[in-house]
């Protein structure tokens, strides 16, 4: 069976507790995606763009220290972070065959 672009496989989940220290929920998944964009444009957070779950999860991000507290105003993200985004968004979304 194929696996589709943005899913939550067991290889996705085991890099995210490689790489984070933790399984990331399908939550997560769906929201780096914008973190990453954001990271590399805007650089904040839209309140328009975000829900209460998604800044639930913003909120832990910043308590584990994956990014900094004032993300409306300045989204910072740590460079392991960012590496962790890119390879989760790598084996998620690009290499799905």
Known sequence: MKQGRGQLTRRVADKSKE???YEITLSELRLM????????????????????????ILDMWVT???????????LNVTKNFYNALCEILYLSYVDIN
Do not use: A, R
């Not at 590399?40 to 639930?56: G, L, R, T």
């Not at 584990?64 to 300045?74: A, H, M, P, Q, V």
């Open 19 to 21: 790489l984070l220290g």
């Open 33 to 56: 995606p914008y973190v990453h964009y954001l990271t590399m444009n805007e650089q904040k957070v839209s309140h328009h763009k975000v829900n209460e779950d998604e800044i639930k």
């Open 64 to 74: 584990k220290e994956f990014i900094g507290g004032d993300y409306f105003t300045k």
